[in-house]
């Protein structure tokens, strides 16, 4: 509870999702009280039923993301451990990859490192709102170009990128297609055969509603021969070999892994396959209009990325005048109990192009259980902040 104002306002949800649904945490309660085997490490029933609690997890994702194999469904710690196997794990010294000038670190940092390794970066520029043109795209790719790796969803605008335009331009140049969709899963439709996805890359804390330390990586049939795995060790099948498993998912599950996470994540998931993706994207473009409407009108704001509510998740970046996005942010939690994220959000690249860097944004990210009167209660805060 917030002191002054007796409840918090949470728009961070960019960041990760909070609440979650009763149903996430009621899943890892009851793998932790009655269940808490190591799935395929034992053939006792407890362990067991560890496995099916991942199978299950597994099969809910592959539902959401249009995936028919649900073992081509990899589970990392989050999508940043997702994008390193891609990148590390794909590139090799001579190759060249394109990426869009929207990215956030967790692309940005990896490829910077693979350039010192000999491979070739392209950033394909975007508009000031953060959308990338495919013909921008089309005309960067080069005979050595082998990956296209683009954000599906900004974390600093919003800006929804059209990635089933660039997956047609990628089959028609013979590249692989990743998408990071760290914003996007849970809270846009996903279809991995129908986008040209080859490779998809989310967190599952966010609109995925699990919790933190849970996120995945879908592979596409015939690629895991083409990635070497970041890590090597036990995954309990074939454990008379002392070579790394090359089928999936064990291939890049090394380790015991987070199962209770993965029941939450699971249940996270299996919410929004029963309240539907359209309709957390409706609620959370209701709440993204409302506020967009009310910022308009106020002196003194300005609001970054595209306009309206289609071409944007529920993300909002903007500034106010003459007051840094970091006291803005810090007045809105000590005095309004709003809380939100100032800042870069790990995503240089992006502030450069939308003409934010080095100052950077205040940002709200709103949810699927925020509520209208919370908008209207930071419309107001912005005006009492920009008016002094």
Excluded at 47 to 61: D, M, N, P, Q, T
Excluded at 104 to 122: D, K, W
Excluded at 342 to 367: D, E, N, V
Aim: aromatic share 6%; with cysteine; charged share 20%.
């Amino acid at each position: 509870m917030h002191e002054r104002t007796g409840r918090v306002i949470y728009f961070d949800h960019a960041a990760t999702s909070w609440p979650k649904p009763p149903a996430t945490t009621a899943a890892m309660v009851e793998y932790a009280e009655r269940i808490g085997g190591s799935p395929g490490r034992s053939g006792h029933h407890l362990s067991l039923a560890a496995g099916r609690v991942i199978l299950e997890a597994r099969e809910a994702l592959a539902a959401l993301f249009g995936i028919g194999d649900a073992l081509r469904v990899v589970f990392t710690k989050n999508a940043t451990e997702a994008l390193n196997i891609v990148l590390l794990g794909l590139l090799r010294p001579g190759d060249h990859v394109l990426a869009s000038g929207m990215e956030h670190n967790s692309v940005m940092r990896p490829l910077r490192h693979l350039e010192n390794q000999g491979v070739s970066l392209t950033i394909v520029p975007c508009d000031g709102a953060g959308l990338l043109d495919p013909d921008d795209v089309r005309r960067a790719v080069e005979p050595r170009s082998r990956l296209l790796v683009v954000t599906h969803a900004s974390n600093v605008t919003g800006t929804i990128q059209p990635v089933s335009a660039l997956g047609c331009i990628a089959r028609e140049h013979g590249l692989l297609l990743c998408v990071d969709a760290a914003q996007t899963a849970g809270a846009l439709p996903i279809d991995v055969e129908k986008m040209g996805i080859d490779l998809l890359a989310f967190s599952g804390h966010k609109s995925l509603f699990g919790p933190q330390g849970t996120g995945g990586l879908y592979i596409r049939e015939d690629l895991e021969g083409l990635i070497r795995p970041l890590m090597f060790g036990g995954t309990g099948s074939r454990s008379e070999h002392e070579a790394q498993p090359e089928f999936l998912p064990d291939r890049y599950e090394s380790g015991t892994p987070n199962t209770i996470g993965i029941a939450g994540l699971g249940a996270g998931a299996g919410f929004v396959l029963a309240e539907g993706v359209d309709r957390i994207r409706r609620r959370e473009e209701e709440l993204t209009a409302r506020f967009l409407a009310g910022a308009a009108s106020l002196p003194g704001i300005k609001v970054f990325g595209p306009p309206g509510t289609a071409g944007r998740t529920a993300v909002v970046s903007f500034q106010i005048d003459d007051v840094a996005p970091s006291t803005a942010a810090l007045t809105l939690d000590e005095e309004f109990g709003i809380l939100c994220r100032p800042g870069l959000h790990c995503s240089p690249a992006a502030h450069r192009t939308i003409g934010t860097f080095p100052r950077g944004t205040i940002r709200f990210g709103f949810g699927y259980f925020n509520r209208d009167q919370e908008v209207d209660q930071a419309l107001t805060a912005i005006r009492a902040i920009a008016g002094r």
